[in-house]
């Protein structure tokens, strides 16, 4: 990019930085210090205002920038993540919001822990979390890198290094600040800014071929060098049958991840009943199943429009499809329309990874203290300790986070979100899932179930093609590459439940039958609910 898309552009990303930073300190003045306030906005939000959060929460760089780049390389197969980001939010709807949100205080551990020993259960389930988080933050940094270096005209990894550490830092700066309040109006504002962005991007793209979406497709086949094939399933996952295997586990871990995901299931403790998540739910799946659409509608007019091959040499992972989309709907890289429109979807795109990292980092800094840490103390740790905590938490994960995103700069956004949603589904669905709905469930299930699903899941990725044995490996140079599959979700979902099974009818301990009885009363009335 030139000069001309550079001085716009960063306008924008400094205007949208200083409205949030802002935010962020208006509320920190607000702020009581409580851990009820910093965990979860003092369970002030509306349905409404909680829906466009999570769906801020939820649209992520990987939806935005990596769905669409992944639909302009391989069509149908890159189409295929929508499907299965937004299918998974009827898990989440009929079996998880408003349990969770009967059950639990601030995080997973809370509801695992109603009727199980406690220290056990919430350090395995403390770390699972944070492991989660930060695989899904990395994807986040991975696309602010690709942005900036577009942006910047693609000067090298300087130019990418500086965006992931300017990220890590500002993600910092909001959780520390401002707590769940400062980040739910975060992601509200990015969230309006994301949807309104999308919709001017598809509308443009439907015009160019005077909304005939048939001819919008044909041209994309035939620009894409593949012909009808791209337009067919088997392009990037049909080769052989490792291949389909591949897309059978990412579809499971897509499916079953969201439902695990720490920063996803936070959000129900921030309005006041249960009632009220279930209704934020149903707004979120209305505002993510818009936006999903129209990713389609841009991933298929990005290879219509510049081309897979213009796509891939930008960016080899397709990171860049959408913001080169916006350039050459505006009039192409020298004129004024071309320059503004890429400064706006440039400028949303770095407010959709600000918005998703403060979320991520406040799950995970929660997760550290009011898990971790208060196991640690043996339950004696005070509020207000647990929140100094938590900040500190803030800084150490987004070290990590800042680390993990140098090194995986050159991986598809979506496909990094994929191996976190793998996770997720791993070592944090069986645990929920048997809290909630088994009445033998033991405090060795409880544990057997976090380490079995997320143990082998973070083994696989490493043995795998994700970490070397290929050219686009984090690793190219070394091959210790034994696990075939890109995605672990098909081998390590099934282990998680299979051991928090055996951990269970291998127990010497019995299941507390009472505490079970009041955990489903709870659960499914609300009574005695936080």
């Known amino acids: 990019m030139n000069g001309n898309h550079q001085t716009p552009a960063l306008l924008l990303f400094s205007a949208f930085v200083a409205v949030t930073l802002g935010i962020t300190t ?66 989440v709807l009929f079996l998880v ?209 510049i081309g897979p091959e213009a796509v891939r040499g930008s960016n080899a992972a397709g990171n860049t499809a959408v913001p080169l989309l916006a350039l050459e709907l505006g009039g192409g890289a020298d004129s004024t329309g071309g320059t503004v429109l890429f400064a706006i979807v440039a400028a949303v795109a770095f407010a959709t990874i600000l918005a998703v990292v403060a979320g991520i980092t406040l799950a995970s800094s929660a997760s550290v203290a009011h898990d971790l840490y208060a196991s640690l103390r043996r339950g004696r740790s005070e509020p207000r300790s647990e929140v100094a905590v938590a900040r500190l938490a803030a800084v150490g994960v987004g070290v990590v986070a800042i680390a993990l995103g140098l090194l995986a700069r050159d991986l598809n956004v979506a496909f990094l979100v994929g191996l976190a949603f793998a996770v997720a589904a791993s070592a944090n669905l069986p645990v929920l899932l048997y809290s909630l709905f088994w009445r033998g469930f033991t405090t060795r299930g409880a544990v057997w179930a976090v380490y079995g699903g997320l143990i082998p899941a973070l083994v696989l990725v490493l043995l795998s093609p994700v970490v070397s044995g290929s050219p686009q490996s984090l690793f190219p140079g070394v091959d210790f590459q034994y696990f075939p599959l890109e995605n672990p979700g098909l081998v390590s979902i099934p282990l998680g439940f ?33």
């Not at 509320?27 to 939000?45: D, P």
């Not at 962005?197 to 160019?208: E, P, Q």
């Open 26 to 91: 208006w509320v920190s003045r607000k702020r009581r210090g409580s851990a009820e306030e910093f965990y979860a906005g003092g369970r002030l939000f509306s349905p409404m205002e909680n829906g466009f959060a999570i769906a801020g929460d939820y649209m992520s760089a990987a939806s935005f920038l990596g769905i669409s780049g992944l639909i302009a390389l391989f069509g149908y197969d890159g189409l295929l993540y929508s499907v299965g980001f937004l299918v998974a939010w009827l898990v």
């Open 97 to 305: 919001a408003e349990l969770v949100r009967n059950c639990g205080r601030f995080t997973l551990a809370d509801v695992v822990a109603a009727r199980m020993r406690e220290r056990p259960v919430r350090i395995a389930a403390g770390t699972s979390s944070v492991t989660v988080s930060v695989l899904y933050l990395v994807a986040q940094m991975v696309g602010a890198g690709s942005l900036v270096a577009l942006l910047l005209g693609r000067t090298g990894g300087a130019a990418q290094a500086w965006a992931v550490i300017g990220v890590g830092a500002l993600m910092v700066i909001y959780v520390s600040l401002g707590g769940m309040r400062a980040t739910t109006w975060i992601q509200i504002v990015k969230a309006v800014l994301l949807l309104g962005g999308t919709i001017a991007l598809t509308v443009l793209v439907m015009m160019r071929f005077h909304g005939d979406f048939d001819r919008l497709l044909m041209t994309a086949a035939e620009r894409s060098g593949h012909g009808a094939a791209f337009l067919a399933p088997g392009l990037k996952y049909g080769g052989d049958w490792t291949a389909r295997f591949d897309f059978i586990s990412l579809g499971l871990a897509l499916v079953l991840g969201t439902a695990g995901l720490p920063h996803i299931l936070s959000r129900f403790y921030t309005v006041p009943t249960a009632q009220a998540a279930r209704r934020s739910v149903v707004w979120a799946i209305g505002l993510i199943g818009g936006f999903y659409l129209m990713t389609i509608v841009l991933g298929f007019g990005a290879a219509a429009i």
């Open 498 to 530: 299979v051991a928090g099974w055996l951990g269970t009818v291998t127990s010497a301990e019995l299941p507390d039958e009472a505490r079970h009885a009041e955990t489903e009363v709870r659960s499914l009335t609300g009574a005695g609910a936080v």
